[in-house]
């Protein structure tokens, strides 16, 4: 039966579902209630909960404890996710698995509390040194979040890679009707891990390390590339939304086709690696793309824009970029109409 949660804790009851062990974070609003109710729900199953001196300490800590071979998952926002990098940047050199759950906040330097998208290139590009690659995986609804966070340890394990969970401050505190997964554990030896004996832990001398890891990446874009589409097969126009903007985007396409109009949408739930593989649905005479993202200046449109061109689609794309608001369905409607009417100007 389901039951109202808030987006916060569900992110913690999914660990635990999924079998995280050990979890390691720093408060910072608007992701402290993840931390919060793990901080008892933990030791209440027998888990480590540990409240670190600050954000890298943390991510250092799962590192550590991943290495051991423990489930493991820190959490932060924005400001908090900048310090993690470093650490993020040595788990992708070591080929460590690492579950992170970033609840965005908006704006740069410590920003403001308001919901927002604007950590979307530093996070799909990795923040850190190198040429990393984590797996950022999108929810646009509290019982998504579960579904991904269930099964984000597993993708993490089998490529030995870290997986992002991308929320929202809205999606993290709001509340709506989920329902949770059976418990599982994974009781299967890792085979790499460091437990005291001399076994091979699969780790790669540095000249090899370029090849594999490109290999790697690989491997990830061909097979876990995630999406939903949206009456694209005749689309003129085709939003572009992930998250929370992906559903008022959807109840524009309704009211739009209720209209008449053509449209359609692109939902990455991947936006690590981005889901190329969608806009091969798209009606080949599309006249036009518009990403529809809370962002300031524009970050998911260059992705947009990248994969308009890689399928060949010589069209422009437009940008709706709402600051630190979630888009109305209205406000979508009414872009889409200036856009028609030649009132805005592409992108690219």
């Known amino acids: 039966m389901k039951k109202m949660w808030k ?27 993840v931390g919060e109710y793990l901080s008892w729900r933990m030791p209440e199953l027998g888990r480590t909960f540990l409240q670190a001196e600050n954000e890298m300490s943390a991510m250092y800590m799962i590192f550590g404890a991943y290495a051991c071979g423990m489930r493991s998952m820190t959490s932060s926002s924005g400001p908090g996710f900048s310090l993690k990098q470093e650490g993020i940047s ?33 996070d799909t590009r990795c923040g850190g040194n190198g040429d990393c690659r984590v797996i950022v995986l999108t ?28 929320s929202e401050a809205a999606l993290g505190q709001m509340m709506e009707a989920v329902e949770f997964p059976e418990f599982k554990e994974r009781t299967e030896d890792l085979g790499w891990t460091w437990d005291g004996t001399d076994r091979d832990h699969g780790r790669l001398a540095n000249p090899d390390k370029p090849g594999a890891t490109k290999a790697k990446y690989e491997r990830i874009e061909a097979n876990e590339q995630r999406y939903e589409t949206y009456q694209v097969e005749d689309a003129d126009y085709v939003f572009v939304a992930f998250g929370l903007p992906s ?28 889901p190329y593989k969608a806009f091969a649905e798209v009606n080949k005479d599309v ?4 990403s529809v993202e809370s962002t300031d200046a524009g970050q998911l449109i260059e992705d947009v824009a990248l994969a308009a061109k890689k399928l060949r689609f010589n069209v422009p794309v437009y940008g709706q970029f709402t600051n630190q608001h979630i888009p109305k369905a209205k406000e979508v409607v009414k872009f889409y109409e200036q856009v028609k009417a030649g009132q805005i100007k592409e992108v690219f």
């Open 90 to 122: 040595y788990m992708c050199a070591n080929n460590y698995p690492a579950v992170l759950v970033n609840v965005q906040r908006w704006g740069p330097g410590l920003g403001t509390l308001d919901s927002s998208q604007t950590d979307y290139l530093r």
């Open 287 to 290: 006249k036009g793309f518009i």
């Open 247 to 274: 559903r008022t985007a959807k109840n524009a396409v309704d009211i739009l086709r209720a209209q008449g109009e053509k449209v359609g949408l692109i939902r990455p739930i991947t936006v690590w690696p981005f």
């Open 7 to 33: 987006g916060n804790h569900a992110i913690g009851e999914a660990a635990m579902r999924a079998g995280c062990q050990f979890y390691a974070g720093y408060p910072i609003t608007p992701q402290t209630e």
């Open 139 to 166: 929810p646009n609804s509290i019982q998504e979040t579960i579904d991904l966070i269930y099964i984000a340890f597993d993708l993490a394990e089998k490529y030995r890679n870290p997986v992002e969970i991308l």
